[in-house]
Each structure stands twice: as C-alpha cells, then as structure tokens.
C-alpha cells in the first residue's frame, strides 16, 4: 500500500513537471507568435507585451529547476525515471531561450516600427516562423507522447530551416546592396532570421531530449543541415 | 568518523565538481582567443582546430549534469550545500554556451578567411574580445573563491562590453554604406560581434550565478546595460 502510494506520487509529480513544461511551450510559441506580427505589422505595443511577456517564462523554468531538484533528492530515481527527471530539466532550459529569443525580435520589432519599409525578405523571415512555430509545436506533441519516432521526425526536418535561413540571408543582402538605405533596417531583420534559425536549434535539442528520455540512447551523430546551409548557426 | 567522512568526502565531491568547471572555464576562454586570431588573422586552419575542441566542453558539461545529478539523489544537500551544485551545473551550461558562441566565431573566420578585407571595425572586435575574456576569467576566479562582491563588480562591468558592442555596429553599419562590396563581409563581422556580446551575458549569467551561491540571494533588479547600448542582445 505504501509502495503503490509512493509509485502513485513519482506519477503525480512527473505530471506536475510535464504540465508546467506545457505551459512553457505555451507561452513560447505565443510569444514567437506575437513577435512576428509585432515585425510585420509595425506594431511597438504588441512587441511591448512580448517583453513582459518572457519574466512568466523565466519563473517557469526556475520552478522546474526546484521541482526537479526536490524530486531527485526525495526520489534518487534511476534509469527512464531519472531520464524523465533530467529531460524536463533539459527541455525547459530550452524553452526559456526560446521566449529569450522572441523577445528579441520584440525588441527589434519596437525599435523597426517607424521605419515605414518592409522588405519582400519578410515574406522569408514569416516562412520560417511559420516552420519553426510548427516544429516546436510538433515536438511538444512528441514529448507529450514520449514518442521517439516523432520527435526523430522534427529532428531531421530541421535542415529546411536552415535552407530557409540561407536564402532570407542571400535576399537581405541583395537588398541592402541595392541600396544603403536598407541596411540598418535590414541589419535588424537578418539578425531576427538568425533568432528563429535558433528557435529550430533548441527544438532540435529538445527532439534529441524526447529521444533520449524513450530510448536512453542519443540520436545519431551530428544533427543534418540542409545542403545550402551556411551552417553558421 | 562516520560522519566527518562523509562530510570530507562531499568536499572530495565539490571539488571534483570544482576541477570539472575550471577545465571547461581554460577550455572555453583559449578557444575564445583562437577564434579571433584565427578571424583577425584570416587563419582557417586554427578555426578548424576551434571547431574540434567544442566536443571535450559538451562532454565536460554532460559530465557535469551526470556528477551533479549522482550527488544530489546521494546527499540529499540543502541551503548552501544545494546551492553549490546548482551553481556547478549552470555554470557549466554557461560555459558550454561560450564555447558554441566560440565557435560560431571560427566558422566564420573559416568562411571569410579567403576575402582579403579587414575593415578597421575588426579594432573594436579585437577590444570587445580582451574585455569579455577579461571578465570571464575575473568571473571564474570570482567563483573559485566564491566571492560575491567580486562577482557583482564583473556583473556591473558588462555594460562597457554593450556599449562596444554598440560603436562596433555603428562601425561596420557605415562601412557596408561606403561599399557595398563590405557587405557581406562585414554581415559576418556583426555575428561575430553579437557573439562576443552574448558572451558577456553568459559571464553575467555566471556572476549572478556565483553572488547566489555565496548569499542565496539573486542580484538586484535587472542588470545594468550601457547607456548607448541597443539593447538587443
């Protein structure tokens, strides 16, 4: 009976830390969201609320940090207990960088928004949010699964990304050639497209997290990169 | 007896832990160094070498995660004791994060080690790397002697490193307007940049790290950012 009641409480616990990493994704994707339309739309007031935005965030992840802590000392949990353990540690980690990362376009977007010229790269930059939103999304479901095979999926599909991010990269640097004027508004949206390559690097580092949480192997060798990758990520 | 062993050995333990975060501290500060001479140098020989060394600091800070782990289900540690291993596994987080950012900086030296062009913006470059070496290296000894005040006067430098990096990329801004034959070059130059400046947000990351360790307190309010600082790290 006190055995079970204790098997009973690892479960409630790990549920515990599995519903506050969902809610981390939440935010994060929300944010991306918001920070995207703040870039397109010009919008300095929405980029502020993704700002604020993040503090939620980072409470989140300092929270996991406890919880995963208190629950090793009382647990000493081994093998996929501890895997599960170090991989809500690992995923929110990165789920943090991401809401880092989206408040930094914010930022460039509050400091662009009466700039008045949108390029036709931002067609690029909102293909490659749209991909990273959906890759995140993706292996959110693969960890709320625990499925290896999924998150396998999301890891390889990561090299569009960067041949996404390498052709935004050529366009803004033929439009800031053309003419000088471009540049420091272009400058911002390059490093805004460098942001969400980021995004797919910390959701190909939790892809690799579910994986290793299932199977406690790691997925094999280097990560892929898409063939015209500048892979200076 | 019993117990003072047990006590002598968790020091054997912290100090293991210890040993493991001044390696990857040496690791990550020469590669740091070899990336801008191997920038600054056109070299793209050493940039390889930089690339290849990235593998011990990941493996350094998977040891890390794995000591910490091992010692928190067997000690059960709290307050200071606590906090000296969750101080060991984000520092370690945080130095690996520099070797990345360490090696973003090589590829790019390999990249653009055939063009011939150094503007006279790689003069900034060059001060931004001396100050965040500096202050990495201020921030490890701080953490080696566990002195808090030394930690808050590394955290309240690294504005200066914001405000260079602000001069750097009005610099190389006017440069790519001049000739727009600079662009391209100079677009990696402002990566590189950007990179040093997140080097000094993982330094102040460590700072506030260790002033935590030391007091169990986090660092006043937000940190400081230079004055002239774009605020867009």
Same mark, same amino acid.
């Given at each position: 009976?006190?055995?079970?009641?204790?098997?009973?409480?690892?479960?409630?616990?790990?549920?515990?830390?599995?519903?506050?990493? #969902? &809610?981390?994704?939440?935010? /994060?994707?929300?944010?991306?969201?918001?920070?995207?339309?703040?870039?397109?739309?010009?919008?300095?007031?929405?980029? *502020?609320?993704?700002?604020?935005?993040?503090?939620?965030?980072?409470?989140?992840?300092? !929270?996991?940090?406890?919880? !995963?802590?208190?629950?090793?000392?009382?647990?000493?949990?081994?093998?996929?207990?501890?895997?599960?353990?170090?991989?809500?540690? *690992?995923?929110?980690?990165?789920?943090?960088?991401?809401?880092?990362?989206?408040? %930094?376009?914010?930022?460039?977007?509050?400091?662009?928004?009466?700039?008045? *010229?949108?390029? *036709?790269?931002?067609?690029?930059?909102? #293909?490659?949010?749209?991909?990273?939103?959906?890759?995140?999304?993706?292996?959110?479901?693969?960890?709320?699964?625990?499925?290896? &095979?999924?998150?396998?999926?999301?890891?390889?599909?990561?090299? &569009?990304?960067?041949?996404?991010?390498? #052709?935004?990269?050529?366009?803004?640097?033929?439009?800031?050639?053309?003419?000088?004027?471009?540049?420091?508004? $272009?400058?911002?949206?390059?490093? $805004? #497209?460098?942001?969400?390559?980021?995004?797919?690097?910390?959701?190909? %580092?939790?892809?690799?997290?579910?994986?290793?949480?299932? !199977?406690?192997?790691?997925?094999? %060798? &280097?990560?892929?990169?898409?063939?015209?990758?500048?892979?200076? /990520?």
């Amino acid at each position: 009976m006190v055995e079970q009641h204790t098997v009973r409480s690892f479960d409630a616990e790990l549920e515990l830390l599995g519903r506050h990493i #969902s &809610e981390m994704g939440g935010i /994060a994707e929300k944010m991306l969201a918001d920070a995207m339309d703040a870039l397109a739309g010009m919008n300095a007031e929405l980029a *502020r609320q993704v700002i604020s935005a993040d503090a939620r965030l980072d409470a989140l992840q300092r !929270t996991v940090e406890e919880e !995963t802590v208190a629950v090793i000392a009382r647990r000493q949990p081994v093998a996929v207990d501890l895997r599960e353990i170090i991989g809500a540690l *690992r995923i929110s980690g990165d789920l943090e960088r991401v809401g880092d990362l989206a408040k %930094n376009i914010a930022k460039r977007a509050a400091k662009i928004a009466g700039e008045g *010229r949108m390029p *036709r790269a931002m067609v690029g930059l909102k #293909s490659m949010h749209d991909l990273a939103v959906m890759q995140l999304n993706d292996v959110l479901d693969a960890y709320a699964q625990r499925d290896a &095979e999924r998150a396998k999926a999301v890891w390889l599909r990561d090299a &569009e990304l960067d041949s996404l991010e390498d #052709s935004v990269f050529r366009d803004l640097l033929t439009h800031m050639m053309e003419d000088p004027r471009n540049i420091t508004f $272009c400058t911002h949206l390059l490093f $805004c #497209s460098k942001n969400l390559e980021r995004v797919g690097d910390h959701t190909t %580092n939790i892809a690799e997290t579910v994986f290793y949480i299932r !199977t406690g192997r790691p997925l094999p %060798n &280097e990560r892929p990169r898409g063939a015209a990758s500048t892979d200076l /990520a």
